[in-house]
């Protein structure tokens, strides 16, 4: 057993895990953000957000990787709108484009962006914290200003 910290906390993990689509920011060559809705999955043994689709090596995203790995992803929603309660969790970090990699479903590409996180912020997923909770993951290289 590690005795690392787990790079998620087990609220943002069961949020997550509830959740479908995710929005992926990427950097394109001109400098101009790029942000696209992505299926994900947690890759609890690496500790990385996974991302997956059909064809991902011919998407944008995938090839502004190659040019710059910040990226911020974001999966939120409306869990009440009487009371408002809005929840979310936001990963800043660097991603990697892979190619090679088992897809967890068939016919989606062998390709994978594999976001590790940085910084990690998350708000109403977890009842014990109320507020917005935002943290660095330890270890990894701080977030430039």
Known sequence: ??????????SELAYLAGQRLGRLATIGPSGSPQNNPVGFSVNAEL????????????????????????????VDDLASVDPWVVRGVEVRGTAEALDGVKPPIAHMSSQVIRVHPRRIISWGVDPYLPNMSARDVPGSPKEAA
């Open 1 to 10: 057993m590690s005795n690392e910290p787990a790079i998620f906390t087990d």
């Open 47 to 74: 500790g990385t957000i996974d991302i997956f689709g059909f064809n991902l090596a011919k998407s944008k995203k995938f090839r502004n990787l190659k040019g710059n790995p910040n990226v911020a992803f974001v």
